[in-house]
């Protein structure tokens, strides 16, 4: 059976059309994520303990702080990279897509 771990965090309550990143960095020193696209459409994430802590923290922020539909927020492929002629990765909040009716036979 797996431990438990027990997380404690406090995260500002964003507006719905805007976000305030500051606490999503708090108490962070070493972040770095990377996004990797390939011809295929496959795509990666690889990052270190503090660049995972930082995305769960900026998708639990979007999660429970009642974003409108369409908000959304653009960000390089890598942490730190400011290279803007490269691809950039935009996260977006939107209400999931009706099922289509399945035809009756």
């Known amino acids: 059976m797996s431990e438990a771990i027990e997380v404690h965090l406090t995260l500002t309550r964003d507006k719905p ?3 305030n990143f ?3 960095y708090s108490g962070l ?7 990797e696209t390939d011809a295929s459409g496959n795509i990666s994430l690889w990052a270190n303990s503090d660049g995972f802590e930082h995305l769960a923290r900026y998708f639990l922020k979007m999660a429970r ?3 409108n539909p369409s908000y959304h927020a653009h960000h390089h492929l890598e942490f730190g990279d400011r290279d803007e002629s490269r691809p950039e990765l935009t996260i977006g909040f939107a209400e999931r897509p009706k099922e289509p ?5």
């Open 17 to 19: 059309n805007s976000m």
């Open 29 to 35: 020193e070493n972040i770095w994520y990377r996004f």
């Open 22 to 24: 500051l606490d999503t």
């Open 101 to 105: 009716e399945k035809e009756l036979l």
């Open 65 to 67: 702080s009642g974003k």
